[in-house]
């Protein structure tokens, strides 16, 4: 504070810490209707605007965004018995005014600090090996920005492959009164939660499906409504699949195709194409949920003369991933998988998508939209990185030996 001189004005700063400014805005507003935003420093001539003069006004300071997040207001204020035709400022009231202003920040991060952000979340199964790594992927991401489950953030959990049906589970989230939901997998998981929602906003991880085509959202860049997230279709990369399998086997020309008629016959039909284009001879091999017979369907494909084989999944097919890795084995099949935990559970090889990275994205649109953002402006994102990941034990279990310049590709080999 500078001291004034006689009969003229003084200038005070008050220095508020908040966690941000945006923080900092609301706590200097007080709830009142002061344009913190871009007249940070008018809330001391708000409160006493009997002294504050108008002329004033315009040599306040805004708000200037800093690392350490350290707000400052200034004011002209005037001093002495008379300053014009307004009342000088007492000191006891600059000082009242001063020490309440001081613990506004305090009151602003108790208030926050007690609101607990709900999340319902309609996913793959918990307890899944697979699923883990995506849950913790997700949850250390929201830590990260802020929101801790069990503190300030509850998520009310069901899993896509309960028996009881997706409409069940999504209706229960909404009795949770949840301020968004997060739906992964395919089209029938977004399906139930939109039936279920209403305007709630939705975050997605969209696997297997077009969401435009399919008419969740207006377009990627503006997806419009109450939906938004990211997205992944295994239909571009079929083809891709089907080459590296047909390179790691050269001379085979018969490939088995195991798909899902409820969840994956879209990724069927975009192989067959690509097999075909190959030159390779396509055995459709259906599957129905929920009983799923893979011994009879590895039974038929090996009668048929299949030479290879790809796995094309939906999320009921991850429960199975040991047993089809040891069909393929036991039938010495060279077998394609769409996902790495396929691989791990002893399968030859897989190239697809990298899940972790697309449920950190999940998150960081959750929080976004935890902290005021609309759905409408988030962009939908669709998932960039990809992997290949080959296993060795199976290969030498198998009774073939991958060429070097699939080795070479590999972004992972299990020895």
Not at 18 to 22: G, I, L, N
Not at 376 to 380: E, K, Q, R
């Given at each position: 504070m500078w001291p004034p001189g006689v009969g003229g004005t003084f200038w005070f700063q008050i220095f508020i810490q908040?966690?941000?400014?945006?923080i900092w805005r609301k706590t200097i507003s007080g709830g009142e209707e002061v344009l913190a935003g871009k007249w940070g420093g008018l809330f001391l001539g708000y409160l006493l605007g009997r002294n504050y003069r108008r002329r004033d006004r315009d040599r306040l300071v805004p708000p200037r965004r800093t690392d350490a997040a350290v707000c400052r207001a200034e004011v002209c204020y005037p001093f002495c018995r008379k300053h014009g035709r307004h009342r000088a400022v007492r000191r006891r009231e600059f000082i009242a005014l001063f020490g309440g202003a001081a613990a506004w920040p305090l009151a602003a991060r108790a208030q926050d600090a007690g609101k607990v952000a709900r999340i319902g979340f309609l996913g793959p199964a918990q307890t899944s090996p697979p699923a883990i790594s995506f849950y913790q992927a997700f949850l250390t991401q929201m830590r990260e920005l802020g929101f801790r489950d069990g503190e300030n953030l509850r998520i009310d959990f069901r899993a896509i492959e309960d028996p009881r049906g997706l409409s069940v589970g999504a209706e229960e989230l909404m009795?949770?009164?949840p301020e968004l939901i997060v739906a992964t997998g395919p089209e029938v998981s977004l399906r139930a939660v939109v039936a279920a929602s209403g305007a709630i906003p939705v975050v997605m991880v969209a696997i297997n499906f077009d969401p435009i085509a399919r008419g969740y959202?207006?377009?990627l860049a503006r997806p419009g409504g109450n939906i938004t997230g990211v997205v992944f279709q295994q239909l571009e990369l079929?083809?891709?699949q089907v080459e590296v399998l047909a390179q790691a086997n050269p001379g085979k020309t018969r490939v088995a195709i195991f798909f899902d008629e409820g969840q994956t016959a879209d990724q069927f039909s975009a192989a067959e194409r690509a097999a075909?284009?190959?030159n390779l001879q396509v055995q459709g091999m259906k599957l129905e949920s929920p009983t799923y017979d893979f011994d009879a369907a590895f039974r038929s494909a090996a009668l048929a003369g299949a030479q290879m084989a790809l796995i094309l999944s939906g999320p009921a097919f991850v429960l199975h991933r040991s047993r089809i890795a040891e069909l393929a084995i036991q039938h010495r099949l060279p077998t394609?998988?769409?996902a790495k935990h396929y691989v791990m559970a002893g399968g030859l090889m897989s190239y697809g998508v990298d899940f972790v990275p697309m449920w950190r994205r999940a998150a960081d649109y959750a929080a976004r939209i935890l902290k005021g953002a609309k759905p409408?402006?988030?962009?939908?994102e669709q998932a960039t990185?990809?992997?290949m990941v080959v296993n060795l034990k199976t290969a030498k279990a198998i009774g073939i030996e991958l060429p070097t310049s699939i080795l070479l590709r590999a972004d992972e080999v299990i020895e």
């Open positions: 908040a966690p941000s400014p945006e009795r949770s009164q959202v207006t377009s079929a083809q891709k075909q284009s190959l394609m998988f769409i409408a402006d988030l962009p939908v990185k990809f992997e």
